[in-house]
């Protein structure tokens, strides 16, 4: 079994920065894919980043050109750095991974953009 643990939420100001980090532990070899859905209050849950072991990576529209995904494969470490954040962006960021879809969760980050 996958245990996924992310670490790095926050309140920031608008226009300011952080890094989420998500961490990925036993069953390693069911781990391919990894990534960050957030959700909201009021709001579904919804897609973010993802990014494969070979370095592909996806963006949703929304975050494209201010967050970027990263990956430490010897580690199974994935980080989401944040930048020009946006009140919009307040939302718990959920990390998930796993072989072909994002089948493991973590708990959750509290990420808060407000003046």
């Known amino acids: 079994q996958v245990q996924v643990v992310e670490s790095g939420g926050g309140l920031v100001q608008p226009g300011g920065s952080l890094r989420l980090s998500c961490a990925a532990s036993?069953?390693?070899?069911?781990?391919?894919?990894m990534g960050w859905y957030r959700q909201a209050p009021g709001k579904a849950r919804e897609f973010v980043a993802t990014?494969?072991?070979?370095?592909?990576?996806h963006y949703a529209d929304s975050v494209k050109g201010r967050f970027t995904i990263s990956r430490d494969n010897v580690k199974n470490t994935v980080y989401l750095q944040m930048n020009s954040l946006k009140p919009e962006d307040t939302a718990v960021y959920y990390c998930?991974?796993?072989?072909?879809?994002?089948?493991?969760w973590g708990q959750g980050t509290q990420v808060t953009v407000s003046s």
């Open positions: 036993g069953g390693i070899f069911s781990i391919n894919v």
């Open positions: 998930g991974s796993g072989l072909d879809y994002l089948a493991y």
């Open positions: 990014i494969t072991s070979g370095g592909s990576t």
